[in-house]
């Protein structure tokens, strides 16, 4: 009997390292989506080398957001919109609906990225190619432990992602040594593209995906913050990873004087490192990215519904299959609703400094976290991230504005 015991402790701590990496990669591929490729391209041609600047500063500021957001969850053993609703009776309902409307609005874009991805890799109509993408993301969640399911696909994707965007890097040939001195010695500074790749990797939705997954789990206390921290870290080290592998593969291209193609970017960068392979493995990476965002969206996006109604709870699959069906079906009919996506990112510059102000907030709150003491550093990391994501959105949404009566 013992034997069997022993052999179900070894099954469990399997499963729940499964689950620990499936949250890292989770989050980390939800914010490698075909947004974050042209983000990345354009603001690498833009400033060159000084990019590395911007990669730095991001990096720490994702880890000040991240790191907080996946301690209160796990802690508190809540869902981001409990914990809202404790901090402020109702703001956890203002911040679901900012999250749910954010996400379905941006999944549009998913979708249509894995669209494109199709079309570039295998000359599928785009229209094909996403219908078949979501088909692919839904069997996921009618797998009957469709939580292993996705743990094991992001792991994998986010693997084949990394290996793709690194061999393009490799043949770029990148001036490695002028990208790492500007890093911290840059020739131009840019706030706006340090917020813009800070809201592109942890706003919205993307805040919450690993903690709440980790909540599916079952991974939750003080006990296991030791373990949370390092998946968070790993994580941001992935989704990091990616960012420089990418920046330094456009840096290689773009030092050499090509211009990149105003429409796609990130297409060019490919084609002109490795030729038609290049191009190919663009469709490719697109299509991957494009797919991860889409398990990422809906599963988070839906996250924030369960425990509102007892409907979004049993049915919870369903609902996540509804929000990619949706989805599909409005790129499919009307493309992908440019003003819809234009509105949603004025919106998704709102919503991290709403949510991870409450987090913050309920970090120091014994009713919420009980006797765990939150460090004062990670505080005043949230604090700055906060402060500085509220100045942009609220300015972004004002210029915005006017382009919409």
Same mark, same amino acid.
């Given at each position: 009997?013992?034997?069997?015991?022993?052999?179900?402790?070894?099954?469990?701590?399997?499963?729940?390292?499964? @689950? %620990? =990496?499936?949250?890292?990669?989770? =989050?980390?591929?939800?914010?490698?989506?075909?947004?974050?490729?042209?983000?990345?391209?354009?603001?690498?041609?833009?400033?060159?080398?000084?990019?590395?600047?911007?990669?730095?500063?991001?990096?720490?500021?994702?880890?000040?957001?991240? =790191?907080? !957001?996946?301690?209160?969850?796990?802690?508190? $053993?809540?869902?981001?919109?409990?914990?809202?609703?404790?901090?402020?009776?109702?703001?956890?309902?203002?911040?679901?609906?900012?999250?749910? #409307?954010?996400?379905?609005?941006?999944?549009?874009?998913?979708?249509?990225?894995?669209?494109?991805?199709?079309?570039?890799?295998?000359?599928?109509?785009?229209?094909?190619?996403?219908?078949? @993408?979501?088909?692919?993301?839904?069997?996921?969640?009618?797998?009957?432990?469709? $939580?292993?399911?996705?743990?094991?696909?992001?792991?994998?994707?986010?693997?084949?992602?990394? %290996?793709?965007?690194?061999?393009?890097?490799?043949?770029?040939?990148?001036?490695?040594?002028?990208?790492?001195?500007?890093?911290?010695?840059?020739?131009?500074?840019?706030?706006?593209?340090? #917020?813009?790749?800070?809201?592109?990797?942890?706003?919205?939705?993307?805040?919450?995906?690993?903690? +709440?997954?980790?909540?599916?789990?079952?991974?939750?206390?003080?006990?296991?913050?030791?373990?949370?921290?390092?998946?968070?870290?790993?994580?941001?080290?992935?989704?990091?990873?990616?960012?420089?592998?990418?920046?330094?593969?456009?840096?290689?291209?773009?030092?050499?004087?090509?211009?990149?193609?105003?429409?796609?970017?990130?297409?060019?960068?490919?084609? +002109?490192?490795?030729?038609?392979?290049?191009?190919?493995?663009?469709?490719?990476?697109?299509? !991957?990215?494009?797919?991860?965002?889409? #398990?990422?969206?809906?599963?988070?996006?839906?996250?924030?519904?369960?425990?509102?109604?007892?409907?979004?709870?049993?049915?919870?699959?369903?609902?996540?299959? *509804?929000?990619?069906?949706? @989805?599909?079906?409005?790129?499919?009919?009307?493309?992908?609703?440019?003003?819809?996506?234009?509105?949603?990112?004025?919106?998704?510059?709102? #919503?991290?400094?709403?949510?991870?102000?409450? =987090?913050?907030?309920?970090?120091?709150?014994?009713?919420?976290?009980?006797?765990?003491?939150?460090?004062?550093?990670?505080?005043?990391?949230? *604090?700055?991230?906060?402060?500085?994501?509220?100045?942009?959105?609220?300015?972004?949404?004002?210029?915005?504005?006017?382009?919409?009566?």
């Amino acid at each position: 009997m013992s034997k069997e015991n022993s052999l179900l402790s070894v099954k469990d701590q399997r499963a729940r390292r499964r @689950s %620990l =990496m499936g949250a890292a990669f989770l =989050m980390a591929t939800s914010a490698v989506g075909p947004g974050f490729l042209t983000q990345t391209a354009v603001f690498t041609e833009t400033l060159l080398a000084s990019f590395g600047f911007v990669i730095l500063a991001s990096i720490i500021l994702d880890f000040g957001a991240q =790191m907080n !957001v996946w301690r209160i969850i796990t802690v508190s $053993g809540k869902p981001g919109q409990d914990i809202a609703n404790e901090v402020l009776p109702g703001l956890g309902y203002v911040v679901a609906i900012f999250i749910v #409307i954010g996400g379905l609005a941006f999944n549009i874009g998913n979708i249509g990225g894995t669209g494109l991805g199709a079309n570039v890799f295998l000359g599928l109509d785009p229209k094909i190619g996403a219908i078949i @993408s979501a088909a692919f993301a839904i069997f996921i969640f009618l797998s009957k432990e469709a $939580g292993a399911a996705m743990d094991r696909i992001v792991n994998i994707l986010g693997a084949i992602l990394i %290996l793709l965007i690194g061999y393009v890097m490799f043949v770029s040939q990148p001036p490695v040594g002028d990208a790492i001195y500007r890093s911290f010695v840059p020739l131009e500074l840019d706030v706006y593209a340090i #917020i813009t790749i800070v809201g592109g990797t942890v706003g919205g939705y993307i805040t919450f995906s690993g903690g +709440h997954r980790l909540l599916d789990a079952g991974i939750t206390g003080k006990d296991s913050i030791s373990e949370v921290n390092r998946t968070s870290v790993f994580g941001i080290g992935v989704a990091s990873l990616v960012r420089v592998l990418l920046f330094l593969a456009v840096l290689g291209v773009v030092s050499q004087g090509v211009a990149l193609d105003p429409s796609n970017p990130a297409a060019t960068v490919f084609q +002109h490192a490795a030729g038609e392979i290049g191009y190919r493995l663009f469709g490719v990476v697109l299509l !991957v990215a494009g797919i991860t965002s889409v #398990i990422g969206a809906a599963y988070t996006s839906v996250s924030f519904l369960r425990s509102f109604h007892r409907i979004f709870e049993d049915y919870y699959k369903y609902w996540i299959i *509804a929000f990619i069906i949706f @989805s599909t079906g409005v790129f499919v009919v009307i493309g992908e609703a440019a003003t819809l996506l234009v509105v949603a990112g004025a919106v998704n510059g709102l #919503i991290l400094p709403l949510t991870l102000g409450s =987090m913050l907030l309920a970090a120091h709150n014994k009713k919420i976290i009980g006797d765990y003491k939150h460090p004062i550093w990670l505080t005043i990391f949230g *604090a700055i991230v906060v402060i500085l994501t509220a100045v942009l959105g609220v300015r972004t949404l004002f210029q915005m504005i006017p382009q919409l009566f």
